[in-house]
């Protein structure tokens, strides 16, 4: 089965500076993977997801993620912090069998920004 | 900008009472998800349909919680008789279709509290 593993329940850096959120999953099958935000008091949305194709991915508001599967890793990186990127994050893979497909959610990181 | 509605957005109910949660997923969306959010278990996958279909409902306690479809454009989950240990944050989702490489799409969520 497969499932993500989330490193730091909370993150704090600087605004201007570096957030690096870091996810390792596991999957006997090539995964899907996934980034969701959550800003308080709202539902979860989309940042970015790897299918298929380039490592590389870019999402909303400036993150991006890069699968490797010699690590197992799918890290979110954005160069440069702002006040408003203050939410919670969810890194998720997808877990697919012959009848459905549900996501797998990691624990979450709190990611705060300091002035 | 299509949306998934839910109703109410908060709900504080006495011990033993009825609650039911309602979700309108995204129109065109056949795949919809409950999930729980709480401070100690993170999000929790409850059940979800397809075609209105329940596919999984392992997450949800069978004895007082209840998942449905009655149509297309509806999901209501309920729970009877609630407990306070319930207390927390259900959210719905909703997916265009069965890949696992589709989006999901989440609503603002219904904030419980049994008192």
């Known amino acids: 089965a497969q499932s993500v593993t989330q490193l730091g329940s909370h993150v704090s850096v600087s605004e201007g500076a570096l957030v690096l959120l870091r996810c390792n999953y596991s999957?006997?099958?090539?995964?899907?993977l996934f980034w969701y935000v959550q800003y308080p008091n709202q539902g979860l949305q989309l940042l970015l997801k790897?299918?298929?194709?380039?490592?590389l991915v870019k999402g909303i508001n400036g993150f991006e993620a890069e699968f490797k599967k010699s690590e197992t890793s799918f890290h979110l990186t954005k160069p440069s912090a702002h006040m408003s990127d203050a939410a919670e994050y969810f890194c998720?893979?997808?877990?697919?069998?012959?009848?459905?497909?549900?996501?797998?959610f990691g624990s979450g990181t709190r990611l705060s920004i300091r002035p | 900008d299509a949306r998934v509605t839910q109703t109410p957005r908060h709900k504080v109910t006495e011990m033993g009472q009825e609650v039911t949660m309602r979700c309108q997923p995204i129109?065109?969306?056949?795949?919809v998800f409950w999930y729980r959010q709480t401070m100690m278990q993170g999000l929790e996958l409850l059940a979800y349909?397809?075609?209105?279909?329940?596919?999984?409902d392992s997450g949800m306690p069978k004895d007082r919680f209840s998942a449905e479809m009655p149509d297309a454009t509806l999901a209501t989950l309920k729970i009877q008789p609630s407990e306070p240990r319930d207390s927390a944050v259900y959210f719905c989702?909703?997916?265009?279709?069965?890949?696992?490489?589709?989006?999901?799409?989440f609503g603002p969520g219904t904030r419980l509290t049994v008192l």
């Open positions: 998720a893979v997808s877990e697919i069998n012959s009848s459905a497909s549900k996501i797998i």
């Open positions: 129109l065109g969306h056949n795949t």
């Open positions: 790897y299918t298929t194709g380039a490592t």
């Open positions: 989702a909703s997916q265009r279709g069965p890949s696992g490489t589709d989006t999901q799409y």
């Open positions: 349909f397809r075609n209105r279909a329940p596919l999984d």
């Open positions: 999957s006997s099958v090539p995964p899907y």
